[in-house]
């Protein structure tokens, strides 16, 4: 049986979306950054949570299991990367504004996701994004045992992304025609990472409704809703799909209705709908071996995931949350459960924690 929850970020990410006062005039959703001219650092803030933590250009010199490199790829089932923690044993919600790129492939400047992290992954090319979903062993990445994470996007409490100056490219958009070689910025992205889960999301700009499709506001409710998906543990798969319905739309009575989460203060006493997945086809099924020949040995200077504290002290404490701690008791959470078409169950919890009230998805299959 698996166990998946999601707890929220933070306080301040419901705070800022009432209180806009933190809020840049520069947000990064709106930077354009062609992958030929990317900056060193594409924040430029140095107050509120302090500056980017890492960097944005990343080369061959940047590519090591200390890297800080903040610039990602979601490319095809074989090439993406994940944002994960810098050091060892770290909540996603004490690090969200501070984490670095990891990759299955080298060639992008990132540390490698070390052998072992992966245990089933499936990918869903749609016309308006590339989504992947997959089981991983969370501590390889620097995520502490048992913490069920959250969310990461390209907005943020702040509009400044989490992380902080994250940038996601993909060579697999419709406007690449099959050429590897070039890069196109998706500019909306969503991961949440935790429970040993992760599901990502790149929306494709060109398309009319990647801000629907790569809504960021619904923090609170894991991948289930944020995206929807077949994956199964152990199983290494690429599929075409249609788009999903953008999250909190669904269909009542014959009429669409939009469900949006409520501020963080208020509780969530449920969602008004179980979300299924797309239609997928053309599926293709590959083992673990052919895919991922790149990955990380395990154990490199020392710690499980290779990481060692250098590269990244200096910059993760301006830019860490006092209020991401109360994540830190979600999986005390008690939890109801109801039952989706797919035959797994679905529930959503709560804890009250000492910055608010926290909610978990649990899924159980
Ligand atoms: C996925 O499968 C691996 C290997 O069998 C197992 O260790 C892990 O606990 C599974 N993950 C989940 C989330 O069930
Ligand atoms: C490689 O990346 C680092 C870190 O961003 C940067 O300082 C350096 O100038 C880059 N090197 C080249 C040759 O671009
Ligand atoms: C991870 O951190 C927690 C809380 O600080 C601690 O209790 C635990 O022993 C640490 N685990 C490892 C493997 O270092
Ligand atoms: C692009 O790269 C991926 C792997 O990174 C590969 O599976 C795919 O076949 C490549 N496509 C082309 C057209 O070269």
């Known amino acids: 049986m698996l166990k998946l929850a999601y707890s929220s970020l933070m306080a301040a990410a419901a705070v800022s979306y009432v209180s806009a006062q933190s809020f840049v005039s520069d947000p990064l959703v709106d930077k354009t950054v062609p992958y030929t001219a990317i900056p060193y650092q594409v924040d430029i803030h140095t107050d509120g949570r302090g500056p980017q933590s890492g960097y944005n250009i990343c080369n061959s010199t940047t590519e090591n299991q200390d890297s800080m490199c903040q610039t990602g790829f979601i490319n095809h089932l074989d090439d993406f990367c994940l944002f994960a923690p810098p050091e060892a044993n770290s909540t996603i919600g004490d690090t969200e504004g501070i984490e670095v790129a990891w990759c299955t492939k080298k060639g992008h400047g990132a540390r490698l996701i070390p052998e072992g992290t992966l245990q089933g992954v499936?990918?869903?090319?749609?016309?308006?994004?590339?989504?992947?979903?997959?089981?991983?062993?969370?501590?390889?990445?620097?995520?502490?045992?048992?913490?069920?994470?959250?969310?990461l996007d390209s907005g943020g409490q702040d509009g400044r992304g989490n992380p902080i100056g994250g940038l996601l490219y993909s060579n697999a958009f419709p406007s690449n025609n099959g050429d590897n070689s070039t890069y196109q910025q998706g500019k909306r992205w969503t991961y949440f990472m935790g429970g040993n889960m992760f599901c990502a999301k790149i929306c494709d700009d060109t398309q009319p409704n990647a801000e629907a499709l790569c809504q960021h506001i619904y923090d609170r409710i894991g991948c289930a809703y944020n995206a929807p998906s077949n994956a199964q543990n152990g199983t290494f798969v690429a599929c075409k799909g249609d788009d999903m319905s953008p999250v909190g739309q669904y269909v009542s009575n014959g009429v669409t209705t939009t469900w949006t989460q409520p501020a963080e203060t208020v509780s969530i006493t449920g969602v008004p709908y179980t979300p299924t997945p797309a239609a997928s086809s053309s599926c293709v099924t590959y083992t673990s071996a052919s895919l991922y020949t790149d990955l990380a040995s395990v154990g490199i200077s020392g710690s499980p995931a290779?990481?060692?504290?250098?590269?990244a002290s200096a910059s993760g404490s301006g830019s860490s949350n006092s209020h991401a701690a109360a994540t830190k008791s979600s999986a005390d959470s008690s939890s109801t459960a109801s039952s989706n078409s797919a035959g797994t169950a679905m529930g959503i919890s709560f804890v009250s924690a000492f910055a608010g009230v926290i909610l978990s998805a649990y899924m159980f299959a």
Do not use: M, R
């Open 306 to 311: 290779g990481a060692s504290a250098t590269a």
């Open 122 to 151: 499936q990918l869903v090319q749609s016309p308006g994004y590339i989504q992947i979903v997959g089981y991983i062993d969370q501590t390889k990445l620097n995520i502490a045992n048992g913490d069920y994470g959250g969310e």
